[in-house]
């Protein structure tokens, strides 16, 4: 399988197994739902780069986790992103075939989508070594 199919199982896995998001959100799609109830997450397609080494294949990836919440203010995303970084931080480093070699946060941002609706794209860096 590939890194990218990978890493993306492997996040959707830990996000709805995480405790800290259980019961916190409504669900964790591979993608846009086409009908949700906000608080959830969407794991995003990610950007993938070559990362090979002389004898094994590598890549790195970036993934993107999106929440999505409905309120006056933005305090409980606020709450769920920090759920979010610690859980994709804290994959198991053997994955199906390949190693992650890092795996770190990268960015976060807090958007207002509309009135009342609320959005925060949450971005890692992934470097992955085949095995």
Do not use: Y
């Not at 794991?43 to 790195?60: F, H, L």
């Not at 390949?98 to 971005?123: Q, T």
Request: charged content about 25%; proline content about 6%; aromatic content about 6%.
């Amino acid at each position: 399988m590939s890194a990218e199919s990978v890493l993306h199982a492997a996040l959707v896995a830990a996000l709805r197994a995480a405790d800290d998001l259980d019961g916190a959100i409504n669900g964790v799609f591979e993608g846009p739902p086409v009908q949700a109830t906000p608080p959830f997450a969407e794991v995003q397609p990610m950007i993938a780069v070559d990362w090979s080494m002389k004898d094994r294949a590598g890549r790195e990836l970036r993934p993107a986790v999106i929440m999505r919440d409905a309120g006056e203010t933005p305090a409980r995303l606020h709450a769920l992103a920090e759920a979010v970084v610690a859980t994709v931080t804290a994959l198991p480093r053997d994955l199906d075939g390949w190693r992650i070699a890092s795996n770190v946060f990268v960015r976060s941002r807090m958007l207002r989508e509309a009135a009342g609706r609320w959005a925060v794209a949450i971005e890692f860096r992934v470097r992955m070594m085949e095995v």
